[in-house]
């Protein structure tokens, strides 16, 4: 069983007298969403690379095809490669500048979850 500081919309650690943890499915959902907003090579670990690239995702070069195969990769690459991630689909709104993701995956103990973020940026 993994832990992790419970992050909120923001990204910020959430203090409620006390930092507050995530474990199991909400730990493996938030390091999805934490993974798709992050810039691959924004930061820099030790041991490797995190994020997803902006390439397919956003500006003229959008492809939801590419950005599938993206995601699919980052997820097993970077989070945990017995992620199934079974659909993906984009809601794409020009005026606010955003793209939100919505994934259906089924986690390592067989459980279905729903994901959603927005990857935001300009395109």
Do not use: H, W
Not at 68 to 94: G, L
């Amino acid at each position: 069983m993994s832990r992790d500081f419970r992050l909120d919309a923001n990204g910020d650690v959430v203090i409620d007298g006390d930092i507050q943890t995530i474990s199991d499915n909400d730990e493996l959902a938030q390091r999805i969403v934490t993974t798709l907003r992050t810039r691959l090579d924004e930061f820099e670990p030790e041991d490797s690379p995190m994020g997803l690239t902006r390439e397919n995702a956003l500006g003229k070069a959008y492809n939801e095809d590419y950005l599938r195969e993206d995601i699919t990769d980052a997820i097993s690459d970077q989070v945990d490669p017995s992620i199934n991630v079974n659909q993906i689909t984009f809601e794409r709104d020009q005026a606010l500048r955003t793209l939100t993701v919505t994934l259906n995956c089924t986690l390592p103990n067989g459980s279905n979850q729903i994901i959603s973020t927005d990857l935001g940026g300009e395109y």
